[in-house]
């Protein structure tokens, strides 16, 4: 069993920035074993996948939502994942929650194993 707690969410005006933390742990856990994803959901609309990475090789992948705005990043001694969001949008506001599979960057969500309770960011205008 995979424990994900997210961390980091607030309220900021539109063009400024935020950290979200996810610190996974687990009896037998090998953080380098999983990829690590940040996704976020609006009530009435599906989750959707924002950012992922491999703490193994780095390798990353970020929606085109994300690109050149959010950056992500792993420190595997903390087994934490960090995604740093800059000028951020309205559009932005979600839940983020923090997911993690093992296997390669899993388009589809269902398929992740374990989640988060995630953390609210809001973004204003």
């Known amino acids: 069993e995979v424990q994900l707690v997210e961390s980091g969410g607030g309220l900021v005006q539109a063009g400024g920035s935020l950290r979200l933390s996810c610190a996974a742990s687990?009896?037998?856990?090998?953080?380098?074993?999983?990829?690590i994803g940040w996704f976020r959901q609006v009530p009435g609309k599906e989750r959707e996948r924002v950012s992922c990475i491999s703490p193994y090789d780095n390798s990353k992948f970020y929606a085109e939502s994300a690109k050149g705005r959010f950056t992500i990043s792993s420190d595997n001694a903390k087994n934490t994942v960090y995604l740093q969001m800059d000028r951020l949008k309205p559009e932005d506001t979600a839940v983020y929650y923090c997911?993690?599979?093992?296997?390669?960057?899993?388009?589809?969500?269902?398929?992740?194993?374990?989640w988060g309770k995630g953390t609210q960011v809001t973004v204003s205008s």
């Open positions: 687990g009896y037998g856990f090998t953080f380098e074993d999983y990829s």
């Open positions: 997911g993690a599979v093992m296997a390669s960057f899993l388009s589809d969500i269902e398929l992740w194993d374990y």
